[in-house]
């Protein structure tokens, strides 16, 4: 009987790690990230069962639907919380594709500093610093669904 709990332990152990690499297991990850990394401090987004993350203060920025759009295009009072250099790079042409979406995450300031060609002090103060947290929290924000 032992030996049998053991022998399942390991089966649900070793079976993990194999569904967090479909795509689904890594917007999971993302998700559970997005609060970990405390990006709820400053935006929401609403997930595909409607439950809404992060504080629903009118200056935080709504991360839903971020994937594929322009820069900087949230209305309203979030939109007073916009850096000088997030508008350059709005102005530029920057749309947010995963792959810009990764490297801003990551470090907000080094991204804006290469986009825009210039030393940029970005409004997020802090990024992941961690890609692979970045891109699974991309991940979760390209599965939503606006
Ligand atoms: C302390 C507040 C704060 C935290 C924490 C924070 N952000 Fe931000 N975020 C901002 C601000 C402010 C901006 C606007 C940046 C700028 O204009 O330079 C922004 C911009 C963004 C944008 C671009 C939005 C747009 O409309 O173009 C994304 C995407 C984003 N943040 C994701 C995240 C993620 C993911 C995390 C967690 C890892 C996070 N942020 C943590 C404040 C924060």
């Known amino acids: 009987m032992k030996l049998k709990i053991a022998f399942s332990a390991l089966v649900l152990g070793t079976a993990m ?21 405390m990006c709820t401090t400053c935006h929401i987004v609403t997930t595909n069962d409607g439950t809404r993350m992060g504080s629903p203060s ?11 759009s322009e820069a ?4 309203g009072p979030s939109s007073s919380r916009y850096s000088a250099a997030m508008k350059t790079a709005k102005e530029k042409g920057l749309v ?17 500093s290469e986009y825009n060609g210039s030393s940029a002090v970005s409004s997020m103060p802090l990024g992941t610093n961690d890609a692979e947290a970045s891109e699974d929290i991309v991940a979760f924000l390209a599965s939503l669904s606006e």
């Open 58 to 68: 009118p200056i935080n920025i709504d991360l839903s639907g971020v994937v594929g």
């Open 17 to 37: 790690p194999a569904i967090a690499q479909d795509g689904t297991g890594e917007a999971e990850a993302g998700q559970a990230f997005f609060q970990q990394k």
């Open 96 to 112: 947010w594709t995963e792959e810009n979406l990764i490297a801003f995450i990551t470090s907000p300031q080094v991204f804006l």
């Open 72 to 75: 900087a295009s949230a209305e």
